[in-house]
């Protein structure tokens, strides 16, 4: 005999058929998609809207012990992403450089500030010579090892942008 039965109303049934969820994997099975919005829902369940609006409201403030100025940009990459995390650095150099020369010099920087060597390091010339464009990827333990790259990087006159 059967005693817990709940037989649903009409109301119960509407309302869980209207609060339901619905996520599905994108096409390339990397995300979790909502369905209805069509928005990409990333680990803690919320789209970048929601993030958005709970920084605004300053949930993801960090404690007052902990210096919070426009110059502490590592603090909002560590409260957007879980490291550790494979981070690609662009840097752009003025004039024709050395490539070898260029990517030693990247890989001692990244060596000495975040203890790891490079993955990956890409070089094009832009603008018929006038710019080297480089992408080195390292994995980073740490948000504030990618301040200390840039603060590192900022030493170079060489450098003329970085992000």
């Not at 609006?53 to 502490?72: F, H, I």
């Not at 301040?147 to 942008?161: A, H, P, Q, Y």
Request: neutral net charge.
């Amino acid at each position: 005999m059967i005693t817990n039965l709940m037989i649903p109303t009409y109301r119960t049934m509407s309302y869980l058929l209207s609060s339901k969820v619905w996520l599905e994997i994108s096409e390339d099975g990397q995300y979790l998609v909502d369905s209805r919005s069509g928005k990409v829902v990333n680990e803690f369940g919320a789209t970048r809207f929601d993030v958005a609006v709970r920084a605004l409201r300053g949930e993801l403030d960090p404690p007052k012990s902990v210096q919070n100025t426009e110059r502490t940009d590592h603090l909002l990459i560590g409260a957007l992403k879980q490291f550790p995390l494979d981070y690609t650095f662009n840097i752009v150099f003025k004039g024709s450089q050395n490539h070898d020369e260029v990517t030693e010099y990247i890989g001692r920087v990244l060596e000495r500030v975040c203890g790891t060597s490079q993955h990956g390091c890409r070089l094009a010339e832009r603008l018929r010579g006038k710019y080297l464009s480089v992408q080195a990827t390292a994995n980073i333990k740490r948000p504030d090892m990618i301040s200390g790259v840039f603060e590192e990087l900022d030493k170079d006159t060489r450098i003329v942008m970085k992000y």
